[in-house]
Nanobody
Framework: HVQLVESGGGSVQAGGSLTLSCAAS????????MGWFRQGPGKEREWVGH???????SIADPLKGRFTISKDSAKSVLYLQMDSLKPEDTGMYYC??????????????????WGQGTQVTVS
């Protein structure tokens, strides 16, 4: 069965960096879009970025220059490098796998499998 396990979250001061990882198993990793989402306190879940099945990546415009998404296909791991962190980046960060037949999307509904999330707190 599909399993997504995030790690790497923590508490950092503003201006600091974190690298999140998402280890995937149970399916053909490169056949699906993989995305990162986040949900801040009292906010809706929002798209951060994704890697499509063709190998192209996208990052939300407000995060460009600070966040970088990458992957290691051999290890089936998705990464999110976060630099120059701000307090407004605080939230739970989730990785997700697109539903079969769905292309990459900014909408959480396009993703059918989610990790448990990893907390990022910036003070």
């Amino acid at each position: 069965h599909v399993q997504l396990v995030e790690s790497g979250g923590g508490s950092v001061q503003a201006g600091g960096s974190l690298t999140l990882s998402c280890a995937a198993s149970g399916y053909k990793y490169n056949d699906y879009c993989m995305g990162w989402f986040r949900q801040g306190p009292g906010k809706e879940r929002e798209w951060v970025g994704h890697f499509d099945s063709g190998g192209a990546s996208s990052i939300a415009d407000p995060l460009k220059g600070r966040f970088t998404i990458s992957k290691d296909s051999a290890k089936s791991v998705l990464y999110l490098q976060m630099d120059s962190l701000k307090p407004e980046d605080t939230g739970m960060y989730y990785c997700a796998k697109a539903r079969p037949g769905y292309a990459c999307s900014l909408q959480p509904a396009a993703f059918g499998s989610w990790g448990q999330g990893t907390q990022v707190t910036v003070s």
